[in-house]
């Protein structure tokens, strides 16, 4: 098994395994309550993330750093090709007015120009401020107006129109380009005359604590907030994360690095990643959505050697996975594969960190069965050559990171917010650890408040909220940022998310119950698609369920039943209340019987981003969803 036996392999070189020493602070009884990591890059005195491409194209002018898809085919784009490109849009962006400090909002899905702009942006000396494609002309009005942006980049015709609705208020609308007509192009031609040296004027008089983006959280109630980062923020991040694991994984895998790019780039992890990337010259490539019909045949195109993704990408080729197998009539064969996957990957892991024997002939041998029936079918889903994938965003069920692990890929949890910019820990890459996310990345601090708070210090911690005192007052305290989340760190200094301060649910009875644990497994499992926990003042938790469309066009399918069947029915079929009752039983096993669900009910629609049921980043609104469907949850309580 090739990807553990490198591991092990890298694991026995001591100056990597050494890497990133953490430091574990106790409180009088003994437990952890602190894990300090060392930097392992010093902090940015001098310059900004806007030299990146001209750094790489003076010291590696022939290096591939990036792909570009054209017409199917991927296009390998050189370090001095791109930084010609991005001094040519920053010359265009000057032209069209951006003036040192001035601030540009973008107003597209990941794709190739994005990454031109960003820097393009920087390099003129502006700031960038990303919004979602899917934003409405009341966020875009919010957000253009809040950053006072004078000029918009949008993608389509349509996100143009929105702009132009949001917008058509404002007493100077913005200026506005669109990429699927030509700005990119339109850019260069307007600067043109433009010699390159203004750029590097504009490039060098940066600092690294000039603000170089505000992100607007997608936040899950109320208005977003902008987050101020500063070119120190964006290296902390980038050039110690890369010096963490860069030289790790190309120790493991044995082979030059390459990502395809698919988080939004709206979202600080898209964009830390997309700077890390460029730091250590790793092959980039773009995909513009995260639906696996269009995910797929990229990766199997693009075949990258590593992913960046959240659960929902993972939870999707679990189930795609078994979906085929049922087609087959092999679902059993599948259900029974994925319980020695999570019992081969556990054992493995141990062995790997010294912790056991690792698998026995029967379980190794069961093994080499399913991954010539099961696990090379999910290699192949994800290009053939991915080894390794970091999830985020949301804490990825142990067991599918199990199975992952047994399929041969190793799935490293990470944990940030927009405030940290991106990651603030991270699994390090010698020492996986499935059910946590990760120690401290190096630079920084995190601390368990008294009330079970996760406080996170060091040079990734953003500085302020944009033109909100009151709110950056609230939540930075002594230079420590106190992100919302509930953990705890372990003796090794592992931090474990539990859920969000807001979310906790107090049933009548007086339990409080962390919704999150609950609502994490219960996605992992088909035919969940979304859901959300209640039970707040109630007598017992419950839940909402809405099932996934995918999962049940084929259910429905292997049943050869109507495709047109509604949910009134299949709320009353037995086989698929069976079915969401043994996700229901799955998500219980992790906690007591006082904080399990008791009654759950499948809800009509599907959670989205477009009803408004999610933000861009996935994330469910509770509140939302709780008006939304009120009397459903009334019925919960009602039988």
């Known amino acids: 098994m090739g990807v553990h036996k490198d591991l092990r392999r890298a694991r026995r070189r001591a100056d990597l395994a050494a890497r990133g020493s953490t430091e574990l602070i106790r409180d009088d009884t003994g437990t952890v309550r602190e894990a300090r990591t060392a930097p392992l890059v010093p902090k940015a005195t001098t310059g900004s993330i806007a030299d990146l491409p001209f750094t790489n194209a003076a010291e590696a002018p022939d290096t591939v750093v990036l792909r570009r898809n054209e017409n199917g085919a991927w296009r390998p784009v050189t370090a ?82 929105t702009v132009k609705a949001g917008t058509a208020g404002h007493p100077e609308p913005p200026s506005l380009y669109v990429l699927d007509a030509g700005a990119l192009p339109e850019l260069t031609a307007l600067g043109r005359d433009l010699p390159d040296e203004e750029v590097t004027k504009r490039r060098t008089a940066l600092t690294p604590d000039t603000i170089a983006t505000i992100c607007y959280t997608s936040g899950t109630t109320g208005r977003p907030k902008g987050c101020v980062l500063t070119h120190a923020n964006l290296h902390a991040q980038a050039a110690n994360t890369v010096e963490l694991l860069h030289p790790l994984l190309m ?30 010259r790793i092959e980039l490539g773009h995909c513009p959505s995260l639906k696996p019909d269009e995910l797929r045949p990229a990766l199997r195109e693009f075949r990258p050697t590593f992913l960046i993704g959240v659960p929902y990408l993972f939870e999707k080729i679990h189930a795609a996975g078994r979906a085929t197998a049922e087609r087959m009539g092999r679902a059993a ?9 999570v019992r081969f990957g556990a054992a493995y892991l141990d062995r790997v960190l010294g912790r056991g ?20 079918r999910i290699r192949k889903e994800l ?23 047994a399929a041969g890929i190793i799935v ?16 390090p890459p010698l020492d996986p650890r499935p059910g946590t996310v990760g120690l401290p990345v190096p630079g920084t601090a995190v601390r368990i408040a008294d009330d079970g708070e996760v406080l996170v210090k060091g040079g990734i911690v953003f500085g302020a909220y944009w033109n909100n005192a009151a709110a950056t007052d609230a939540v930075l305290k002594d230079e420590w940022f106190a992100t919302g989340d509930l953990g705890a760190l372990d003796e090794d200094g592992y931090l474990t998310i539990t859920g969000r301060k807001k979310d906790i649910i107090v049933t009548s009875g007086g339990k409080n119950v962390s919704p999150a644990v609950l609502e994490d497994r219960l996605r992992g499992r088909a035919p969940v698609g979304q859901c959300l926990v209640v039970g707040d003042n109630r007598p017992f938790v419950a839940a909402l369920i809405s099932l996934d469309p995918e999962t049940v066009a084929h259910w429905l399918a292997v049943r050869k039943l109507p495709a047109d069947t509604p949910l009134s029915a299949l709320a009353e079929d037995p086989a698929m209340c069976a079915d969401v009752q043994r996700a229901v039983d799955h998500a219980n096993e992790a906690v007591s019987r006082a904080e399990s669900i008791r009654a759950f009910r499948l809800v009509p629609g599907e959670f ?18 709780t008006a939304a469907y009120a009397e459903e949850i009334e019925a919960l309580y009602r039988t």
């Open 80 to 161: 001095v090709d791109f930084a010609r490109e991005v001094t040519a849009a920053a010359k265009g962006l000057m032209a069209a007015g951006l003036e040192p400090g001035g601030r540009v909002a973008v107003m597209s899905r990941t794709r190739y120009e994005w990454t031109v702009l960003d820097l393009a942006i920087w390099a003129a000396g502006g700031q960038s401020v990303p919004v979602y494609a899917t934003s409405s002309a009341q966020q875009v009005e919010w957000i253009v107006r809040d950053s006072g942006a004078r000029l918009v980049i949008a993608e389509t015709a349509e996100n143009a129109d």
């Open 608 to 625: 989205t981003e477009d009803n408004g049921l999610l933000t861009p980043s996935l994330k469910v609104k509770r509140h939302a969803v």
């Open 383 to 405: 290009g053939g050559r991915t080894r390794y994938a970091i999830s985020g965003g949301s804490p990825l069920d142990r067991d599918l990171n199990l199975f992952f692990a």
């Open 412 to 427: 490293y949890e990470g944990y940030g917010l927009t405030e940290t910019t991106a990651a603030a820990t991270v699994i």
């Open 251 to 280: 120790e493991v895998t044995d082979q030059p690095a390459s990502t395809l790019l698919f988080l939004p780039l709206a979202h600080i992890m898209g964009r830390s990643l997309q700077i890390a990337c460029l730091m250590a």
């Open 357 to 376: 024997r690792g698998p026995g002939p029967r379980l190794y041998a069961a093994w080499a069965l399913y991954d010539l029936l099961v696990y090379r």
């Open 333 to 341: 064969s599948f259900d029974r594969a994925h319980r020695i996957g």
